[in-house]
């Protein structure tokens, strides 16, 4: 059985260690710090550390002001409140600016399915894929969050970073060469090619095992 790992604590881990190598680094959220990992993140840097109440909107217009500083603002709370709820704020403030602010969304999809429509978030990606020049991260195990959140800090420019929740399954080794705009290929086949990302890459890899032992090669 696969090692399996929170990312939202894989997040927190890869945040709080970017922050100390990047004294620019600085995170906001919205009433949701402890849930998106980054429980240890105010007690080790008190001064970088923004926690707003429930106000996506105006966190929005903060950590724009916050980069045209030149500071790298890090806004994590639940999907549907950093993409759909302020949308009008990511597309003004950061995406038409250019505003170099890294957004995480979290619980996407029906994670929170008990808690209703409001806590939903099936399109995040559709919506933020209409602000040109947002770069758009969706890793598929805790491996590659940590590396795309290292990924991120280091590109210059609007970002959105999905993840899921509530454990994944570790299915990169931890020497994966991670690169924004170029897909990883897990093993080679000649059958048929299966694409995946974030939450459904696990799946996409049990389809595989089980085209395999029907004889398909997959790649």
Same mark, same amino acid.
């Given at each position: 059985? =696969?090692? #399996?790992?929170?990312?939202?604590?894989?997040?927190?881990?890869? +945040?709080?260690?970017?922050?100390?190598?990047?004294?620019?680094?600085?995170?906001?959220?919205?009433?949701?710090? #402890?849930?998106?990992?980054?429980?240890?993140?105010?007690?080790?840097? &008190?001064? $970088?550390?923004?926690?707003?109440?429930?106000?996506?909107?105006? +966190?929005?217009?903060?950590?724009?002001?916050?980069?045209?500083?030149?500071?790298?603002?890090?806004?994590?709370?639940?999907?549907?409140?950093?993409?759909?709820? /302020?949308?009008?704020?990511?597309?003004?403030?950061?995406?038409?600016?250019?505003?170099?602010?890294?957004?995480?969304?979290?619980? #996407?999809?029906?994670?929170?399915?008990?808690?209703?429509?409001?806590?939903?978030?099936?399109?995040?990606?559709?919506? @933020? $894929?209409?602000? &040109?020049?947002?770069?758009?991260?969706? &890793?598929?195990?805790?491996?590659? @969050? =940590?590396?795309? +959140?290292? *990924?991120?800090?280091?590109?210059?420019? /609007?970002?959105?970073? =999905?993840?899921?929740?509530?454990?994944?399954?570790?299915?990169?080794?931890?020497?994966?060469?991670? $690169?924004?705009?170029?897909?990883?290929?897990?093993?080679?086949?000649?059958?048929?090619?299966?694409?995946?990302?974030?939450? +459904?890459? #696990? =799946?996409?890899?049990?389809? *595989? $095992?089980?085209?395999?032992?029907?004889? @398909?090669?997959?790649?």
């Amino acid at each position: 059985m =696969k090692e #399996s790992k929170d990312p939202r604590k894989t997040f927190g881990e890869a +945040v709080t260690e970017a922050a100390g190598k990047n004294t620019n680094v600085i995170v906001l959220s919205a009433d949701s710090s #402890s849930g998106s990992g980054l429980k240890s993140f105010p007690g080790k840097f &008190p001064d $970088r550390h923004f926690e707003f109440g429930i106000m996506e909107q105006g +966190v929005m217009g903060f950590a724009s002001g916050l980069a045209t500083t030149g500071k790298i603002p890090v806004f994590a709370a639940i999907a549907p409140f950093v993409t759909a709820r /302020p949308f009008e704020m990511f597309r003004n403030d950061l995406g038409y600016m250019e505003q170099n602010v890294k957004v995480v969304g979290r619980c #996407s999809g029906l994670t929170y399915d008990q808690l209703g429509a409001t806590h939903h978030s099936i399109d995040d990606v559709a919506i @933020i $894929r209409t602000i &040109p020049g947002v770069t758009i991260l969706n &890793p598929g195990d805790p491996v590659t @969050i =940590k590396k795309a +959140v290292h *990924a991120m800090i280091e590109h210059y420019g /609007p970002c959105y970073l =999905k993840i899921g929740s509530p454990k994944m399954p570790v299915l990169y080794p931890e020497d994966t060469d991670f $690169r924004i705009g170029k897909g990883i290929v897990m093993q080679e086949g000649h059958d048929v090619a299966l694409i995946g990302t974030g939450t +459904v890459l #696990s =799946k996409a890899v049990e389809a *595989a $095992r089980l085209l395999q032992q029907k004889g @398909i090669s997959v790649r």
